[in-house]
Nanobody, 121 residues
């Protein structure tokens, strides 16, 4: 079983910064990606940023490019989301997702419980 635990959410003023962390633990054979999604009230869940493991690359939603940075720590199966220049429209519950394999044949697709990010003055 794989556990995904997020931390780092909170309340911040517009223009401020937050750093989210996501750690995956358990039986992980290999990782394809770790990603951050978000869901605002009344809206669909959307991809914010992801990092592919091999070869390493990153993707960002257009709405966060230049403001958010995703990074990883291979040894800890952890990803971070540095969020700068936060806007009220960034307010949402942020979810971490890991995709890969538990064994050579068993697919891994797990989500964390979510962490609330609120941007307000």
């Amino acid at each position: 079983q794989v556990q995904v635990v997020e931390s780092g959410g909170g309340l911040v003023q517009p223009g401020g910064s937050l750093r989210l962390s996501c750690a995956a633990s358990g039986n992980i054979f290999n990782i394809v990606h770790m990603a951050w999604f978000r869901q605002a009230p009344g809206k669909d869940r959307e991809l914010v940023a992801r990092v592919l493991w091999h070869p390493e690359s990153t993707d960002y939603a257009d709405s966060v490019k230049g403001r958010f940075t995703i990074s990883r720590n291979d040894a800890k199966n952890t990803v971070y989301l540095q969020m700068n220049g936060l806007k009220p429209e960034d307010t949402a519950v942020y979810y971490c997702n890991i995709r890969g394999y538990i064994t050579q044949f068993e697919v891994l697709d797990s989500w964390g419980q979510g962490t609330q990010v609120t941007v307000a003055s």
